[in-house]
DNA sequence: AATGAATGAGGTTTCATTCAT
DNA sequence: CATGAATGAAACCTCATTCAT
């Protein structure tokens, strides 16, 4: 019957539009990490989604337009998971592993999007519509500042740390590796995140 | 006789005064730092410079020639002193220490080329201009991997160590520390080295 | 049947409904007014009129000929006033209060076309495809000037009159009003005519 | 004498930039005038002034400063003239004697501009860079209106008059004059002025 | 050394139009 | 009849680069 096709996937029916959208935007994510955003031309976009550049402008408003819809989506995602851990309730060492797992899980679904925050994040945090970037970066260096803190305050963390040169490596360290990540690869983001850890952790030198 | 000035140094006829040239390439380099090789026109780096864009061709062949020497001169003072920590035969662990230490001082004196280095190296390592860069990475590497292999195998780093990773993390740290390293602040070069070096090598975490 | 319906007026199937067709002619003659010809895309038309910018092609060959049926429609109920005016044999000073009447009473009813015409037929007349503008304008300037010479040869009209210069001011005057009229306001088109015409033919100043 | 040359020409030196501006500005009015703004292209007008589309960016920032400077400067020249009438202290029929015939005389002297005015300042009022357009406009209406109904205050003007619509038949009927103006033609504008004149404040037809 | 002006290639974006569904 | 998606031409604009002065 033909009232069988319609309603065999109701599930579908929802989300019709996004379904070509979500596939440019992954391709345009693709070519901005790889050859950054300014370098990218519309063109390459389309070369590489198998349209003519104009077209893409069916789809979006601009360039620019692509980007932030790149950006905010994955901070969107990202923001879920980092809530998620912070309102566990858990001690500052387990926060910070349930963290960084959390991020390189992140850099595991959504390398192209992280790699361009990384190289870009701090131009674009400037322009108005991307005052977002600068929102989440303050959140962000809250949640690991504070609970570097309540580490130290605790007895967890060493008394002597600077917290402050702390974030700022381990914030690096761990973005950072967007950019040599290859989903798929020898090593799953847990155990990624592992290795790092027990390295910000425990220190690469054997103990005496 | 105005002669007698040429014949004297007839080496220095072709490039007459590099003072002008320098000061141009650092105003260059920090354009380029702030926002990007892509992004920043060459008439960004004449106003800043205070002349006209097309005056820069005086002094330069081309944008590309003024990043390929700031790139280069970089380079150039990095390797110098790396290679005299290298030969100076030390223990796998002093001679992290004194890369790291090394390598924070660059930051310290070529942050603008640094940051550039981390932004737009991936990008320019492909151009046959800048195969230097590839040469250099790899050099990197493999002093870097090679002091912590050392190490694992003389017992002085943990023999659970991956150092590929180990090695990806401690690099990126490094650098990244440009993005936000600015000279006269807090610390100084040797003051980030060694808390950077203390938490890597003995982690964050208190002893039991 | 649903065949009964298409067999019962063989001769109206091929251009079914002009009901729509004026529909929509009405809302793209509004925004051509209100935005100039070259300025309004087909997506403005299409979403004024309810619908996507494509689905005008189902209706009209392209946006040209859109331009094309609202001033030749126009054209065509203007002469047929005219026309009529001129048939009717009256003296010149009747003759001109007629046409300017008929003028303010076409502005009444085609708003939106006579302000297209004003603004576009310049630029328009050279296209052969709206070769009609210029041959209108022809028997235009005829039908006016020719009544302002009989006019003045019969004693009826001021002798000192420039009457090229005369016909200029007159027909620019009443075709701009398109610009600012708005039907349905104070003054019918009849008043206006009237209120034009004693400036035109008597003059603003007291008489001795 | 090198400085013989110099010296020569002193009073030029006072003007050396808008040389070239001017002459783009002129090139670029007649081409708007002729084609209207929107439809007219850079290209078209880097092509009339014989340099390459790219090179007009050299001198203007864009295709609407261009626009902008010259009905700026039109309406400041205009306003100048303007002014002085106003300030004159004539009686009404003296006053729109004489702003008629400035009015010409600016058609004369900026025909162009003014059939750019005419045709494109509703359109471009609304936007806040064109804001002066609607100032402009106003200050007009005041000007003219106050001296129509000073003019049947006094008795000068008849009493019968509806001012606001004589007020905006003489308006068009002044401007429009700038579409079919040619400076050099058989009239100049002050023998304009003078047949327009008189048919506007005495009629064009015989008195009884 | 530097300026003023221009070039020419290429970038982003717009838009009338087409067409399978 | 209408939609959604795409095309392709052309528009505005940017920018590295050149060159006579």
């Given at each position: 019957m033909s009232t069988a096709k319609k309603t065999a996937k109701p599930a579908a029916v929802t989300?019709?539009?996004p379904a070509r959208r979500r596939a440019l935007l992954a391709t345009a994510a693709e070519v901005f990490a790889a050859h950054g955003y300014d370098a990218t031309t519309v063109r390459r976009i389309a070369d590489e989604a198998g349209l003519l550049a104009g077209s893409l402008y069916y789809h979006f408003d601009s360039k620019e337009s692509?980007?932030?819809?790149?950006?905010?989506?994955?901070?969107?995602?990202?923001?879920?998971?980092?809530?998620?851990?912070?309102a566990a309730g858990l001690g500052p060492r387990e926060t910070i592993e349930a963290l960084v797992t959390e991020s390189f899980?992140?850099?595991d679904r959504h390398r192209p999007a992280v790699a361009i925050y990384q190289k870009e994040s701090q131009q674009l945090a400037g322009r108005p519509r991307f005052g977002y970037?600068?929102?989440?970066?303050?959140?962000?260096?809250?949640?690991?500042?504070?609970?570097?803190?309540r580490g130290v305050a605790d007895g967890v963390f060493r008394p002597d740390l600077d917290v402050r040169l702390t974030y700022r490596f381990v914030r690096d360290t761990v973005w950072v590796a967007a950019s040599w990540y290859r989903p798929g690869g020898h090593h799953g983001p847990e155990e990624i995140a592992r290795q790092y850890l027990s390295m910000v952790l425990d220190g690469i030198a054997v103990r005496d």
């Open positions: 989300p019709p539009p692509m980007l932030d819809e790149i950006l905010s989506t994955f901070l969107g995602e990202l923001w879920a998971g980092y809530d998620a851990v912070l899980r992140e850099i970037l600068a929102d989440s970066q303050q959140k962000f260096e809250k949640a690991w500042l504070g609970t570097l803190e």
